[in-house]
């Protein structure tokens, strides 16, 4: 695909940039580049191809959950500065 100066003017509109006559002269070798790349890219096959989630070989490094006891109630309140009905009390923090 070819791009023209029509098309570099739009896109420096839609940025809202201001390009001189040799910049737009530059840009629309490198867009045009970079569209004939994408064209190739695009002509691969990749029907055969699984799709990958990552690149490399990825497997779960987490060990199995067990069940554990947990602290009772009055060991998780052992150290707390207040307390009231078996509940940690905090200062109010909305009115």
């Known amino acids: 695909m070819k791009v023209d100066e029509k098309q ?5 509109a839609l940025g ?19 569209l ?31 069940n554990k006891p947990s602290l009772t109630r009055e060991q998780a309140l052992s150290n707390a500065p207040e307390q009231t009905k078996g509940f940690f009390k905090v200062p109010r923090v909305i009115e």
């Open 16 to 34: 809202r940039l201001k390009f001189t006559d040799q910049q737009k002269k530059i840009f629309i070798g490198q867009f045009s580049k970079i």
């Open 36 to 66: 004939e790349y994408v064209e190739k890219v695009k002509s691969v096959d990749i029907n055969k191809i699984e799709p990958l989630v990552h690149t490399f070989d990825q497997h779960n490094v987490f060990r199995p959950d067990e």
């Open 8 to 12: 570099i003017d739009h896109i420096a």
